[in-house]
């Protein structure tokens, strides 16, 4: 680099780029955070869709699943599973867990009760009807 | 050779525990390969998400073990002070590994569910998102240690010598610190949940992170090749700055799909597209700084691991992440083996191998050397190789996972489902986890080196020969 551009005024370029930067993120966040509840079932998701919410956070199934992409990749995504599986068949198979075929990937058995697969299956289809830009491709996540 | 500051001498434990835990994060790594192709493996003890937690939460804990110990080694000898207080960091060492270690215990001790009552989730209900999972005891521990960490650290500045690396490195400690805060912010609406997370996540590894590594590794070039300092602050200074202009509105590119709105597509694509410029001009600093080097520093090691982070982390960050940040890409691309392989690299490529360049510059001179004998030195380079080379595998065993499931869950005409899919990936997920065992047999290679001596005859020959060094 040439000596005419000094350590003084790159440091400068640095502050200035960076407050740049930090506002202009600040502005679209704030634009984002305000069109949210456009994009979401509900600004404030209910009572069920909430306890449901942690649920999904205190058995940690993000450890195994993705969801809206997001996560682990070694179970399917579930951000659609509510269109691909149905109410009926999720809590099926949560209460089913494990399969116990041999070498199969295993998912834990969670005892839940009747409400709270009902809360998981109402945050599930809250998550399925949030605006993605539809994504995922297809129906398989 | 001596320490030029006492105090330098901190380091020395968190070096250690760093790489005590860094073997810890391999060995589950393993676990969680096996599990992937035998999906029962040690089902129901230690399930995959467990596994996982234990992996990706020792990564984060022993990286900023690495980073503190850098911090308590650099410092001193940048601002040409004796570090504000030995004391509080030997004390924040202990809270900081005990809580570590209790962490993880819980995880494997006793389900996630009850570990989150026990632990007091319901007074904040923070965890269970990916990262994230720690208990709220142990997050508040890692903000009163990051706390009186940098309230150690700046005073040290304050009476010092101020130079640009250690101005660069404090600031991206305390953004560290700072972006950390929004772990406690866990809506229930799922979409800002998420909005915020990444400002944990992406603006650590693609922000404040890559200012420590700048400043880590500018120190260490500093020290092996005696370039001038006006010069290595100046390239700092312009990667820094590219990093941050990139980086910042580059968070977009996890905004794709998860709520926000559309025109994310657009920010996000181009600036993320630009990140990889910064981590370019990283690889050419590197090079640029040993080609004109002023003098042999006899640690061939620590030059091999600078060079090895420039050109790693190139790969990792900019060339793997550059492979699905646009849009159009991403729409495939998103939450696949893809997304692990960049991970892996990335995390490998900048930030395991700038904190083991750091060890390897500082711990020879923490044990009273000023480099270690030449047999270590060559294991050391073994392990070098043996775990960069099986880390490039690593990524390309799952990226060519990450395509075919792709193409056959979200491209092909008649899509089929993830677990079908996963069944015909089998074949690289077993080579993934070859690539993975020769990592952890160059792993063994870097913790024997730190204890191979010279063998008698070699010595002989060095003393009869005092010109060789
Ligand atoms: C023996 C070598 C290793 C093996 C076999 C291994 C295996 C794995 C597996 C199976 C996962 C879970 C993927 C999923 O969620 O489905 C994972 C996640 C992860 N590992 Fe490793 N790992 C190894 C080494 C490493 C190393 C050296 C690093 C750091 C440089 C690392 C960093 C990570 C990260 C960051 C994640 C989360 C990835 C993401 O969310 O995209 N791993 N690893
Ligand atoms: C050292 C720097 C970096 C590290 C350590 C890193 C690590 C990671 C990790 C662990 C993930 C997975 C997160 C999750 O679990 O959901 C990820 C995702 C991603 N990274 Fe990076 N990354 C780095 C730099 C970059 C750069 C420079 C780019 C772009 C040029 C990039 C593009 C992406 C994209 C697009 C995703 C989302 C993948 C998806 O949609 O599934 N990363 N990165
Ligand atoms: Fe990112």
Redesign the pocket.
């Known amino acids: 680099m040439s000596a005419t551009f000094t350590k003084a005024m790159a440091r400068n370029v640095f502050y200035g780029g960076t407050v740049f930067s930090i506002l202009l993120f600040l502005a679209l966040t704030f634009h984002t955070n305000w069109k949210i509840p456009q994009r979401t079932p509900t600004e404030t998701p209910s009572l069920e869709v909430a306890r449901g919410k942690l649920l999904w956070e205190t058995r940690n199934c993000i450890g195994c699943h993705t969801l809206l992409?997001?996560g682990a990749y070694f179970a399917p995504e579930l951000g659609n599973v509510y269109q691909r599986r149905g109410p009926e068949f999720i809590k099926i198979w949560i209460k089913a867990q494990p399969t116990k075929v041999p070498g199969r990937r295993q998912m834990p058995q969670f005892h839940f009760t009747e409400q709270q697969l009902d809360d998981l299956v109402a945050f599930l289809k809250w998550t399925s009807e949030i605006n993605t830009e539809n994504w995922p491709p297809n129906i398989q996540g | 050779m001596q320490l030029q500051y006492k105090s330098q001498a901190v380091a020395k434990p968190y070096f250690i525990a760093a790489i005590a835990l860094f073997a810890g994060q391999i060995l589950f790594g393993l676990i969680l390969g096996l599990q992937y192709v035998i999906g029962d493996f040690l089902f129901p003890a230690i399930p995959f998400n467990v596994a996982r937690m234990v992996h990706t939460n020792l990564l984060i804990v022993w990286l900023l073990f690495g980073f503190m110990g850098a911090a308590y080694y650099l410092v001193p000898e940048e601002t040409e002070t004796e570090l504000h207080s030995p004391l509080l960091a030997h004390v924040l060492f202990w809270v900081f590994l005990i809580a570590g270690v209790l962490t993880v215990a819980g995880y494997l001790a006793v389900p996630y569910a009850t570990l989150a009552e026990l632990t007091g989730n319901e007074l904040l209900e923070t965890m269970g998102r990916?990262f994230l999972e720690q208990p709220l005891p142990t997050k508040l521990g890692i903000v009163v240690v990051a706390l009186a960490f940098l309230y150690n650290i700046g005073m040290t500045l304050l009476k010092g010598r101020k130079t640009a690396i250690t101005l660069i490195l404090l600031m991206g400690l305390i953004g560290l610190a700072v972006l950390f805060l929004f772990a406690f912010y866990n809506p229930s609406n799922l979409v800002k949940d998420k909005y915020f997370w990444w400002w944990v996540?992406h603006l650590w590894?693609?922000g404040v992170w890559e200012l420590i590594l700048g400043a880590i590794l500018g120190f260490v070039l500093l020290k092996i090749t005696g370039v001038d300092r006006e010069v290595i602050e100046k390239w700092l200074y312009v990667i820094i700055t590219l990093t941050l202009v990139t980086g910042i509105i580059?968070t977009g590119?996890?905004y794709y799909w998860i709520g926000p709105p559309g025109y994310w597509q657009w920010w996000g694509s181009v600036f993320?597209?630009l990140?990889?410029i910064p981590?370019f001009a990283l690889t050419i600093f590197c090079f640029n700084m040993v080609n004109r080097r002023r003098r042999q520093h006899p640690n061939k090691a620590a030059t091999l691991w600078a060079l090895g982070t420039g050109v790693m982390?190139f790969l990792?960050?900019?060339v793997w992440?550059?492979l699905?940040?646009l849009a159009p890409v991403?729409y495939y691309?998103?939450?696949t083996q893809i997304?692990a392989a960049?991970?892996h690299m990335?995390?490998y490529g900048?930030?395991v191998m700038v904190v083991l360049t750091m060890i390897s510059y500082a711990m020879p001179i923490l044990r009273g050397r000023e480099v270690n004998p030449e047999r270590s030195q060559v294991l050391e380079m073994w392990s070098f190789w043996l775990m960069t080379v099986s880390m490039v595998f690593i990524t390309l065993f799952l990226t060519a996972a990450g395509i075919l499931q792709v193409w056959l869950q979200r491209i092909i005409p008649n899509p089929q489902p993830f677990m079908a899919v996963q069944d015909q990936l089998a074949m690289f997920y077993w080579m993934r986890w070859l690539a993975g065992v020769v990592f952890f047999a160059g792993l063994a290679v870097y913790l024997y080196s730190f204890f191979a001596k010279d063998k008698p005859e070699a010595i002989e020959a060095g003393e009869a020969h005092p010109s060789v060094t």
């Open positions: 992409g997001e | 990916e996540v590894v693609e580059g590119h996890h993320s597209a990140e990889p981590f982390a990792g960050a900019g992440g550059f699905h940040t991403n691309t998103h939450g997304t960049h991970g990335a995390f900048a930030y």
